[in-house]
T-cell receptor, first 113, second 114 residues
Framework: GENVEQHPSTLSVQEGDSAVIKCTYSDSASNYFPWYKQELGKRPQLIIDIRSNVGEKKDQRIAVTLNKTAKHFSLHITETQPEDSAVYFCAASRGAGSYQLTFGKGTKLSVIP | DAGITQSPRHKVTETGTPVTLRCHQTENHRYMYWYRQDPGHGLRLIHYSYGVKDTDKGEVSDGYSVSRSKTEDFLLTLESATSSQTSVYFC?????????????FGPGTRLTVL
């Protein structure tokens, strides 16, 4: 089955700096890669996703890049703000069929004011 | 919130007792999922359903069973709870058409097995 590795497990940045979280996956048939943000005590919230026919996608201060050849994808947050502090999870899926997601173990991002 | 509710939101039970968690959705989505979340493990799929009476196992299905008798409800049962099943349980649904659809999560149920 699919295996998703996520790094780093914790990340501290100064407010206004950029943050980058990286994930690798093992199943070359995976074609859908969402990112979730989870604040303490809350549910995971989908913040951005990318399909395998796209190399990069941006939404305001967040962007995701995908390298299918190397089987890795990354989340980039620019101009970080204290409200970006949360745990971020990457995931991978084959898409069609059961749409099962395999998650990384998460990155705890702390933005220091 | 994609119209997903979970009940109960918190439960404390004793080892060996049966426990049933309920996930309810209001928008007739076909796919529903149960995950558990534990520190250091992220989210792991327990079971999922692709329609009424159609279910399949996920990565960590041992000790759990599910049922889906109506489109809107997906039940997770721990037949005989153990302390290792202390966790936060999230239900999710797939929204969208075609080959890829997005998953949205319910608010979660915190289960403690003493």
């Amino acid at each position: 089955g699919e295996n998703v590795e996520q790094h780093p497990s914790t990340l501290s940045v100064q407010e206004g700096d950029s943050a980058v979280i990286k994930c690798t996956y093992s199943d070359s048939a995976s074609n859908y890669f969402p990112w979730y943000k989870q604040e303490l005590g809350k549910r995971p919230q989908l913040i951005i996703d990318i399909r395998s026919n796209v190399g990069e996608k941006k939404d305001q201060r967040i962007a995701v890049t995908l390298n299918k050849t190397a089987k890795h994808f990354s989340l980039h947050i620019t101009e970080t703000q204290p409200e970006d502090s949360a745990v971020y999870f990457c995931a991978a899926s084959r898409g069609a069929g059961s749409y099962q997601l395999t998650f990384g173990k998460g990155t705890k991002l702390s933005v220091i004011p | 919130d994609a119209g997903i509710t979970q009940s109960p939101r918190h439960k404390v039970t004793e080892t060996g007792t049966p426990v049933t968690l309920r996930c309810h959705q209001t928008e007739n989505h076909r796919y529903m999922y149960w995950y558990r979340q534990d520190p250091g493990h992220g989210l792991r799929l327990i079971h999922y359903s692709y329609g009424v009476k159609d279910t399949d196992k996920g990565e960590v299905s041992d000790g759990y069973s599910v049922s889906r008798s109506k489109t809107e409800d997906f039940l997770l049962t721990l037949e005989s709870a153990t302390s290792s099943q202390t966790s936060v349980y999230f239900c999710a649904i797939s929204v969208g058409q075609g080959a890829i659809s997005e998953q949205f999560f319910g608010p979660g149920t915190r289960l403690t097995v003493l």
